[in-house]
């Protein structure tokens, strides 16, 4: 039973263009979320996070947007660049992280020049 | 700041047998976790350890794994006896305190294979 769901195994965008990654969740007990980006042979690194008591949270060309009510989070690149070519995945917890995270499948993110 | 270290980084067995991987985690992080990420899917917990006592194995296989943190700071995880399925990707990453903003640094991981 996949609680967290990366439905896109892949998304190709042009260098310059927006990204957009989805990613829908089935627990309403998740509270926190984060967006982890991986190259391939190395663990994956933290991106960004938002918690559920907010919509909206910007780091740089990173945007993470949370919808409460659909259960659905999304996060946008702008602009897309070489380097952002890698497999991203949404992750959740519940208030105190005492179950670690759970993981979606990944989206393989490629930016094309 | 050192990251997360992990060894050995591939491993080949063949099933039936035992194999055991090596974290050292971030200096100073109290909690420890281990992840297992079988090919095209997204990382899935094993066992967290907040200091030397276990947080949550509730999805480790316990029949064949087994994972400890004796003085609180690196870790090992064993496989015996390993099975075709235990072909994955194992992730070693830490934190500093299980708290709702938890950021949780992984290493390099340990590529098994099991023939």
């Known amino acids: 039973d996949q609680q967290v769901k990366q439905n896109s195994p892949s998304l190709s965008v042009q260098e310059g263009r927006i990204s957009i990654l989805n990613c829908d969740y089935t627990?309403?007990?998740?509270?926190?979320f984060l967006w982890y980006k991986k190259y391939p042979a190395e663990g994956p690194t933290f991106l960004i996070s938002i918690s559920s008591i907010k919509d909206k949270n910007e780091d740089g060309r990173f945007t993470v947007f949370l919808n409460k009510s659909a259960k659905h989070l999304s996060l946008h690149i702008v602009p897309s660049q070489p380097g952002d070519s890698a497999v991203y995945f949404c992750?959740?917890?519940?208030?105190?992280?005492?179950?670690?995270?759970?993981f979606g499948k990944g989206t393989h993110l490629i930016i094309q020049p | 700041e050192a990251g997360v270290a992990q060894s050995p980084r591939y491993k080949i067995i063949e099933k039936r047998q035992s194999v055991a991987f090596w974290c050292n985690p971030i200096?100073?992080?109290?909690?420890l976790y281990w992840y297992q990420q079988i090919l095209g899917q997204g990382p899935k917990l094993l066992i967290q350890f907040q200091n030397n006592g276990v947080v949550d194995d509730s999805q480790l296989p316990k029949d064949r794994f087994s994972a400890e943190r004796l003085k609180g700071v690196d870790s090992t995880l064993k496989i015996q006896p390993a099975k075709l399925e235990d072909s994955a990707v194992y992730l070693c990453?830490?934190?500093?305190?299980?708290?709702?903003?938890?950021?949780?640094?992984f290493g390099p991981g340990t590529r098994l294979t099991v023939l």
């Open positions: 627990n309403s007990m998740f509270d926190y």
């Open positions: 992750a959740a917890l519940t208030g105190g992280g005492a179950d670690g995270l759970t």
């Open positions: 990453a830490s934190s500093k305190l299980i708290v709702t903003s938890n950021e949780q640094f």
């Open positions: 200096s100073g992080h109290a909690t």
